[in-house]
């Protein structure tokens, strides 16, 4: 199962840039609007000191970290609701997307034209909503119409359905996304097949780190919140710097400590993005691999199975669940299993954040 970020924004935000910081790719940057035209995708292993601690364990098994794919979008414009600036193209790959960084330009670059003519990070904010918000609130009027042909019909869910629905088309026209909406139940399959783009988790990354520009990712971090979203400030020119520095991982830790910063953005995008799209991650070391998997919040042990091999899912048996850090203390699984604290969990076991487990099936 992936999972995937689209990396949002009006043109000249820096999208490409963070992109290549993130992704370790080449996408090509322009100091002029739509250098982006076709998505770029990159696959990024996340760090995890919890792998690195199970795979201390097993040093003749590989470690294999879970990875998180960010996909680089061209830049909205105004009117790519209605098809501007390839607008149709666009949004339909944010609709591909699980959740959406949102690139919000605060930084001043002379070279780097700004497509609405200077800074205003708010102002950028709400021009790319406003069309996210505009084609949901199309797609959904034309649900909205067979809903109501529905309603008249002998089905006697189809008038509730069509009240439920017609409430969220108001308040989308009202200029509130889905994802600050209760949906309710009588819909929430109709959500599901519809792929709303306001629905999707937004995590706003304003893009400065020059002299003077706090003023602008304040701005967006007090929007985030306001709005019950999730605000990172990055700089997307030394993201790229330390992304290109040769060398071992300490000259790259030296070179951060340079610009005061104790991590790279990557690493906190990649927490802020599990925050976001409530994901959990439970490791495996059976076989040649010490490994480590993705999954949602709230996902079954035969779920999480299955996306091992099939049969985990198809004919689970147990599974059997070690915390890591018991099994980390004791030294090896042996140890922790003489000790009784090896869990025997059932179909309805869900998975926990760390957990490490062995699946058996019939």
């Known amino acids: 199962m992936g999972f995937t970020c689209g990396l949002v924004g009006l043109p000249n ?25 076709d998505a770029n995708i990159g696959t990024v292993p996340v760090p995890d000191a919890r792998l690195d601690r199970l795979a201390a364990l097993f040093p003749d098994k590989k470690r294999v970290p879970t990875h998180l794919e960010f996909i680089d979008i061209a830049g909205l414009v105004p009117g790519a609701s209605e098809g ?38 708010i102002r950028d904010i709400e021009a790319v909503e406003t069309e996210l918000l ?25 008038p509730a359905r069509l009240a439920a629905w017609q409430e969220l088309v108001d308040a989308v026209a009202a200029g509130v996304p889905l994802r ?38 304040a701005r967006v971090a ?28 300490a000259e790259r830790t030296a070179l951060l400590a340079e610009w005061g910063l104790a991590e ?23 076989g040649p691999e010490a490994r480590a998997w993705t999954v949602p919040h709230g996902t079954t042990a035969p779920q999480a199975g299955g996306m091992i091999h099939s049969d985990f899912a198809d004919r689970f048996v147990l599974a059997e669940v070690m915390n890591l850090d018991e099994l980390i ?15 025997r969990a059932g179909r309805d076991y869900v ?10 099936s019939a």
């Not at 193209?89 to 497509?115: G, K, M, P, T, Y």
């Not at 709005?227 to 993201?239: C, L, P, R, V």
Request: contains cysteine; negative net charge; aromatic residues 6%.
């Open 13 to 37: 935000a820096g999208k490409s840039t963070i992109f290549n910081a993130l992704s370790g790719a080449d996408a090509r940057v322009e100091p002029y609007p739509f250098c982006t035209i």
């Open 351 to 360: 998975v926990q954040d760390g957990d490490v487990i062995h699946f058996i």
């Open 264 to 286: 790279t953005g990557l690493s906190r995008l990649i927490r802020a993005g599990y925050r976001a799209l409530d994901l959990v991650t439970f490791f495996t070391f059976v």
């Open 84 to 121: 501007e600036g390839m607008g149709n193209q666009f949004l339909a790959e944010i609709r591909a997307v699980d959740a959406i960084l949102h690139i919000v330009r605060c930084f001043s670059d002379q070279n780097v034209a700004h497509v609405a003519g200077g800074i205003d990070p």
């Open 329 to 343: 203390a004791t030294g090896s699984e042996h140890a922790l299993r003489e000790s009784g604290r090896v869990t």
């Open 180 to 217: 600050n909406q209760e949906i309710p139940h009588v819909v929430a399959d109709l959500v599901r097949e519809v792929a709303p783009l306001t629905i999707k988790p937004v995590i706003y990354v304003a893009n400065g780190g020059g002299d003077g520009e706090d003023q602008y990712t």
């Open 222 to 249: 007090a929007y985030a919140a306001e709005h019950g979203a999730e605000a990172i400030a990055i700089s997307g020119w030394i993201e790229a710097e330390v992304a290109a520095a040769a060398g071992s991982t």
């Open 134 to 158: 505009l084609k949901d609130l199309e797609t959904m009027t034309r649900v909205r119409e067979r809903l109501a042909r529905e309603a008249k019909g002998p089905d006697r869910r189809a």
